[in-house]
């Protein structure tokens, strides 16, 4: 079964939304929208904390919890993870899987030593991309920020080896433009792993839910700012795509 997974960007405890990941604006509260949109029929609920890497801070422990309190599908929780207990603190407030992204770059032990006490199923290694003028893509840190240099490709497939579950690219390029999602990331991704990836950066329309599935071998699809400003719900997206 293809998911469909609404994701909420959260910065001071409110939901936001930026394009290319700058020009960041408050579009509301993350528990209402979390309840709507598990009522809507999304099958896992994705919630970042965009600035608490940069911040130097942990993602809000209270603010999980309220969130997963509202909703009974499975939520993904990343931003400010860096350490086991990190990620031991954020299942226990009820997460059902964390995202690493910077923390594994620093230091790839940590995706093995996280895979091997809590187990494959409830890490995702969240990486953000975007290609470069020789076309190959790059891997960012710091929300985005820093590029490491590093080819994007070489990373998942260490990161598969290493432990992680799933893979959750973010394409920087199409991130909040809504002109659909980066099909030949998509397509690299997939050929070079054997774990679920999630398309995540470009969505606004119908369409490109259908597109992201039939061009490639995603098995989840994430979306934010069609979902927060209403252009459609969760249900019209199913109801499509049936």
Known sequence: MRKIIPCLDIKNGMVVKGVNFVGIKEVGDPVEFAQKYCEDGADELTAL??????????????????????INIPLIVGGGIRNLKDIEEVLVAGADKVGINTAAVN?????????????????????????????????????????TGIDLIDWVKEAEQLGAGELLPTSIDTDGKTRGYDISLYNLVCGAVKIPVTASGGCGKLEDFKEVFDKTDVSAALAASVFHYGTFTVKDVKKYLK
């Open 49 to 70: 904390d965009i600035t608490a890497t940069v911040e130097g801070r942990k993602t809000k422990l209270d603010l999980i919890s309220r969130i997963k309190k509202v």
């Open 107 to 147: 230091d790839k032990h940590l995706l093995k030593e996280a895979a091997d006490k809590f187990g494959c199923d409830k890490i995702v290694l969240a990486v953000d991309t975007k290609r470069q003028t020789n076309g190959k893509y790059t891997v960012y840190i710091n929300g985005g920020r820093d590029d």
